[in-house]
């Protein structure tokens, strides 16, 4: 599966932001598909999951309520729409995928995930 993120950039505090990632390829790999992000010198965080067979999200509590992950099935797209954003939110943010073997548990773990994208850069000043 090829993953492929869009849709970062530089905005001013408390604007919003819209990434995107494309999924292409064997897409039974991608049931579980999430949102992490990092820093500099520092691990990458979980900020959003969903099972793409429906019935599971989880967030961030760093990002509840200001944050949602959805899905267009049809163009093969996962989003992130990010709201109130802070300086704190600036970060790498990648798109990865994962068939969790089945399971609609998606964790917000990086290591559970073996696909991933290149990342998009956002920054909030």
């Known amino acids: 599966v090829q993953l492929v993120e869009s849709g970062g950039g530089s905005v001013q505090a408390g604007g919003s932001l819209r990434l995107s990632c494309a999924v292409s390829?064997?897409?039974?790999?991608?049931?579980?598909m999430a949102w992490f992000r990092q820093t500099p010198n520092k691990e990458r965080e979980g900020v959003a999951a969903i099972y793409t067979e429906g019935g599971f999200i989880d967030y961030a509590d760093s990002v509840k309520g200001r944050f949602t992950i959805a899905q267009d099935n049809a163009k093969n797209t996962l989003y992130l729409e990010m709201s109130d954003l802070t300086p704190e939110d600036s970060a790498m943010y990648y798109c990865a995928a994962d068939s969790f073997g089945g399971s609609w548990y998606c964790a917000l773990k990086a290591d559970e995930y073996q696909h991933w994208g290149q990342g998009t850069q956002v920054t909030v000043s």
């Open positions: 390829g064997d897409t039974d790999v991608s049931l579980c």
